[in-house]
């Protein structure tokens, strides 16, 4: 291979720039050049390209976000618009393709692998739920950024006796709420893969007579509904607290750096080796080769997690 297009999709995630930076880096040691595809998916359906080089990157492992932007391409979800891609990369003289992205963005990369396009997957999403693969880039990051702010919320509930719920995101997984509550030694947490009850929420917060944390993943509902309902059953205020995308930017974390650039340079090593249809993850610190099929599956919390210290956290 000569010529290989990288580009990010989905939800920014901190840790994409160290990715690219290290599949450039990896690529110039092998005389091959790497182009930058704008803005995601859609940006490979505009032709949207940007030659990058070792100069180009330098600096940008430690850049949240991504250099090269990104989408969620409604387009690109059509045969018909997907299939003018393969016409587009073999005028480019672009060989295949590296995808940094979540479980979208590598479907999306399936689908070019079915219309004949080598591609190679980096997870990029703070949900760390993809398969195969101990973290995916931006995850530790996003959990660091949400104990910073419970930290914050904590002080205020402790000084004013305040019941705090706060909404972590995650779409349907729990790590970050689970990483945050044990953290931080929240009062409770809520995650989609053992959703509390009512009654069991109801009863540890009315015990508590002081002030109250309760870590809520996204991927369990609204939880303005329980929050109106405790407030008449309890008679004290609830205050709920969403930190939204604050959580999807900002300076990497080392380890997502770290993994980013690994990730990054074994994308490039893997695709030009002639090894494609794999999502590379990590595990051990060591960059492992994942079949797409299994990357998309969930990734579950390991059981420790889940059966031991989440029961020990909420009922205690
Ligand atoms: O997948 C990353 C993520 O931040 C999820 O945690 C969240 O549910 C979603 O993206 C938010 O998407 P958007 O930025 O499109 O609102």
Known sequence: ??????????????????????????????????????????????????????????????????????????????????????????????????????????????????????????????????????FTLGFITAAETAVKAVRRLTDVALSERGIFFVEVMGRNSGYIAMFVGLATGADFVNIPEAPATSEEIYTKISQAEGSAIVIWAEGCGDPSPLAEWLREELNRDIEISRIGHLQRGGTPATLDSFLGFTMGAAALYTISEGRHSIMIGTRNLQPVEVPYEVAIEPNPLPPYLQSMLLPLLNSR
């Open 1 to 134: 291979m000569k010529r290989i297009g990288i580009l990010t999709s989905g939800g920014d995630s901190p840790g994409m720039n160290a990715a690219i930076c290290g599949a450039v880096i990896a690529a110039e040691q092998r005389n091959i050049e790497v182009i930058g595809v704008r803005n995601g998916f859609d940006g490979l359906l505009e032709e949207q390209f940007l030659p990058l080089s070792s100069s180009r990157v330098r600096g940008i492992n430690s850049l949240g976000g991504t250099i090269l932007g990104t989408s969620r391409s409604d387009r690109f979800l059509l045969p018909e618009w997907r299939r003018r891609v393969p016409d587009t990369l073999s005028s480019t003289g672009i060989d295949g393709l590296i995808v940094i992205g979540g479980n979208g963005s590598l479907r999306g990369a399936m689908a070019l692998e079915e219309a004949g396009i080598p591609t190679v997957g980096i997870p990029g999403t703070i949900d760390n739920d993809l398969g195969g693969t101990d």
